[in-house]
């Protein structure tokens, strides 16, 4: 069984395979714990949607034959430890925002990659059309918090973790960067 695979391609998709993971675990746990509401409902899609990204991205590694590498922390998990943890509902609703701009501008980074295999190219558009939808959720739901938490309140915990996205991402997410690179294109952010 030879791989279709290059070095970088397998690490970056590996890489993507566990952000989703986390990703859904971490909104199915939370899920667990929310009364019934709009943000429940949407919540309750969200964190399906990223166990279906995790599902396609291990799909999409088989089919080009190849195994998924296994990758220790998450994105998630350092962003937690750059910017404390949310200490409510609207705090998590910020840093997922902030988070889900970050993956994103990751996945069309990799889409403009020339000449991707037609797996990966599929694979990337599928998500990133549930990905727009999480952070159009996330924006409504923000908003229609703020008689609850104040715009203000708001607005700062989106900068706060804003911060944060900046320093993991100096900090860890070169590599994802310089991986894309690897590929053949300038990446940009
Ligand atoms: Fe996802
Ligand atoms: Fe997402």
Same mark, same amino acid.
């Given at each position: 069984?030879?791989?279709?695979?290059? $070095?970088? $391609?397998?690490?970056? #998709?590996?890489?993507? =395979?566990?952000?989703?993971?986390?990703?859904?675990?971490?909104?199915?746990?939370?899920?667990?714990? #929310?009364?019934?509401?709009?943000?429940?409902?949407?919540?309750?899609?969200?964190?399906?949607?990223?166990?279906? @990204?995790?599902? /396609?991205? +291990?799909?999409?590694?088989?089919?080009?034959?190849?195994?998924? /590498?296994?990758?220790?922390?998450?994105?998630?998990?350092?962003?937690?430890?750059?910017?404390?943890?949310?200490?409510?509902?609207?705090?998590?609703?910020?840093? +997922?925002?902030?988070?889900?701009?970050?993956?994103? =501008?990751?996945? !069309?980074? @990799?889409?403009?990659?020339?000449? /991707?295999?037609?797996?990966?190219?599929? +694979?990337?558009?599928?998500? *990133?059309?549930?990905? =727009?939808?999480?952070?159009?959720?996330?924006?409504?739901?923000?908003?229609?918090?703020?008689?609850?938490?104040?715009? %203000?309140?708001?607005?700062?915990? /989106?900068? =706060?973790?804003?911060?944060?996205? $900046?320093?993991?991402? !100096?900090? +860890? *997410?070169?590599? @994802? %960067?310089?991986?894309?690179?690897?590929?053949?294109?300038?990446?940009?952010?």
């Amino acid at each position: 069984m030879t791989t279709k695979l290059n $070095e970088n $391609e397998l690490w970056l #998709l590996s890489f993507y =395979r566990t952000s989703e993971i986390s990703g859904a675990l971490f909104f199915g746990r939370l899920c667990k714990t #929310l009364k019934s509401s709009a943000v429940q409902h949407d919540m309750s899609k969200h964190f399906s949607d990223e166990a279906h @990204h995790a599902w /396609l991205w +291990t799909d999409c590694i088989a089919k080009l034959k190849a195994q998924p /590498l296994k990758l220790a922390d998450s994105y998630q998990d350092q962003y937690i430890s750059a910017a404390g943890l949310p200490a409510n509902i609207m705090e998590i609703l910020a840093i +997922t925002h902030v988070f889900e701009k970050r993956v994103i =501008r990751q996945y !069309a980074l @990799h889409s403009r990659v020339p000449d /991707l295999q037609p797996e990966i190219k599929e +694979t990337l558009s599928a998500i *990133m059309q549930d990905e =727009r939808w999480h952070l159009e959720w996330v924006k409504n739901a923000l908003q229609s918090m703020e008689n609850e938490f104040g715009k %203000e309140n708001i607005e700062q915990a /989106l900068q =706060r973790f804003l911060q944060a996205d $900046e320093e993991v991402y !100096a900090k +860890t *997410m070169k590599e @994802h %960067e310089e991986r894309v690179h690897g590929l053949g294109i300038l990446a940009g952010r």
